[in-house]
């Protein structure tokens, strides 16, 4: 689908979206439309439920004295109260609804809103990118080219007072929706032909943007030490790999110490010897969406040139019971020397990132790291799917992390770390075992402590986000599948604290 911006002036063809606000006050091109056509808007608002409110939509289709197939009427509320989030799910609402109905091209006209705080680009911007996100389809495997759920919409013109503005703004934010996307694809994309050499061919094709993408195979991994990693590898006829990609775009500043993105890569979880039941296992076919994250986040930093030293580390394993596989009281030698007691196969994930972590932490001394994992369904217990569990060593980086959520609308929620829970991974015959003695309880927080083992001083946020990589139902500005939760997350972060923006 193709976005494009103009100057406000009614369209001769297409579909036409105009506001309305609260209480159906209709805005100044909406009160145009409603004189050309003798008062059809007034009418159909008055034979409706339409009330104006936020994410209401009306559609009249072939409206009387007018060349347009069709005009959407779109609720927005009260002006002054919307935000940046506000203006993206109205894009994608829009989009989401002209997508079922056949219309090839919309014009959508932003005005009335003075009293708002945003500026015009930033909320014609926003409108677009909203737009963007929930255009989004994963239909590779669809061969039936008149399957009636193909999308129809071909373009949107978004027609408001700063148009040029808004053009330059929408660059950089398609930049990172094209990140989301890959993000989205990655989760989505099966276990038989996502696997870790083939995500770290997706990872070398960054670099075609500027990032530079190196990738430690086993016998690289064996030589580092990675024993935490590879053992849980061992199992699957899959190699392992570690992919390792850099931005490098803080001005001036080559040797500016990175910060750094970890992210868990399990391209399937079976729980291993310790195997997961088989209803709902096909899901864990997304347990590489930390990874999914990182890689994402990486080509829209590049992609929209971000002014920043980044690092992102993933670690990709498969994760099966076999001959070879680890078992239940196998005990492991991990990158930092530490070692593991492995009680239980399928927390598999922090073994991995244990030496993801450790390894970027001893390489590139970052300023700062945060990891993404799929790592425990207890986090969606605690937390459902509206926030990712959030674990710091720092409270200052947890503040910021939480506001950058706040900001993009992409929910995070802190819990707590201390010295009790740690406690539990403690293994009377190695250093620490891989799961907690506490049963049920705690578990997200327990697996947080275990990662804490493997960060040295480093400033660390961890991100459980076990209930925010896929998503079963559609919203705006994502449709249901692989979410790409965390692109636009960390994409602010980085943008507030580390580009002097
Ligand atoms: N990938 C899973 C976590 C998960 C489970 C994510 C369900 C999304 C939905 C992880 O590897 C895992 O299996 N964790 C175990 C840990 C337990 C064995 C301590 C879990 O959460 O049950
Ligand atoms: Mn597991
Ligand atoms: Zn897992």
């Not at 080219?145 to 700063?162: F, N």
């Not at 001959?323 to 239980?344: C, F, H, K």
């Amino acid at each position: 689908m193709k976005f494009a911006f103009s100057e406000i002036s009614l369209p001769k063809r297409g579909s036409l979206a105009v506001l309305v606000f609260a209480d159906n006050t209709l805005s100044p091109m909406a009160q145009d439309v409603d004189d050309i056509t003798g008062g059809v808007l007034t009418r159909a608002l008055e034979t409706s439920r339409f009330k104006g409110k936020k994410g209401d939509l009306l559609e009249i289709l072939a409206p009387q004295d007018m060349d347009v197939s069709r005009v959407i009427l779109v609720g927005v509320g009260e002006p002054e109260d919307l935000k940046l989030v506000d203006f993206e799910n109205l894009g994608g609402s829009l989009v989401r609804k002209l997508n079922t109905s056949g219309a090839r091209n919309v014009t959508v006209i932003l005005d009335g809103l003075e009293s708002n705080d945003l500026r015009d680009n930033e909320a014609a911007a926003h409108i677009t990118f909203g737009a963007k996100l929930g255009s989004y389809r994963f239909n590779k495997y669809k061969t039936d080219e008149d399957d009636a759920s193909e999308p129809s919409l071909l373009r949107m013109t978004v027609a408001c007072k700063a148009s040029s503005g808004a053009r330059k703004l929408f660059t950089d934010l398609e930049a990172i929706a094209e990140g989301v996307f890959l993000t989205r694809d990655l989760v989505s994309e099966p276990a038989n032909t996502l696997f870790p050499e083939s995500f770290a061919d997706k990872c070398r094709e960054l670099s075609a943007l500027g990032v530079d993408v190196e990738i430690l195979d086993e016998d690289k991994m064996e030589r580092l030490g990675m024993g935490a990693l590879l053992g849980v590898g061992q199992g699957s006829v899959r190699e392992s790999r570690m992919a390792i990609m850099h931005w490098n775009g803080a001005p001036n500043k080559k040797s500016k110490n990175p910060i750094a993105f970890v992210g868990k890569g399990v391209c399937f979880d079976t729980g291993g010897i310790s195997l997961k039941p088989g209803p709902g296992m096909e899901e864990m076919k997304w347990d590489m969406g930390g990874a999914g994250t990182v890689t994402g986040l990486m080509k829209a930093l590049a992609g929209r040139k971000a002014k920043a030293n980044v690092v992102g580390v993933i670690g990709l394993v498969e994760n099966m019971p076999d001959g070879n596989a680890q078992r239940p009281g196998d005990i492991v030698t991990s990158m930092s020397g530490q070692t593991i007691e492995i009680l239980n196969t399928d927390a598999e994930g922090r073994l991995v990132l244990a030496d993801a972590l450790w390894y970027t932490q001893d390489r590139f001394k970052p300023e700062l790291m945060i990891d993404l994992a799929t790592l425990t369904g207890a986090i969606i217990i605690a937390l459902g799917h509206e926030n990712a569990g959030l674990f710091s060593n720092d409270d200052d980086l947890a503040d910021q992390i939480f506001d950058a959520g706040k900001t993009v609308g992409e929910g995070v929620w802190r819990l707590p770390m201390q010295p009790e829970y740690a406690k539990q991974v403690k293994s009377p015959i190695a250093d620490f075992q891989n799961i907690g003695t506490g049963g049920r309880g705690a578990g997200s927080i327990v697996a947080a402590e275990f990662l804490k083992k493997f960060v040295n001083d480093t400033p660390w946020a961890h991100l459980d986000i076990a209930g925010m990589a896929w998503s079963k139902k559609d919203t705006a500005i994502v449709p249901k599948g692989g979410t790409g939760y965390g692109v636009r997350l960390l994409d602010q972060f980085i943008r507030k604290h580390h580009e002097g923006k």
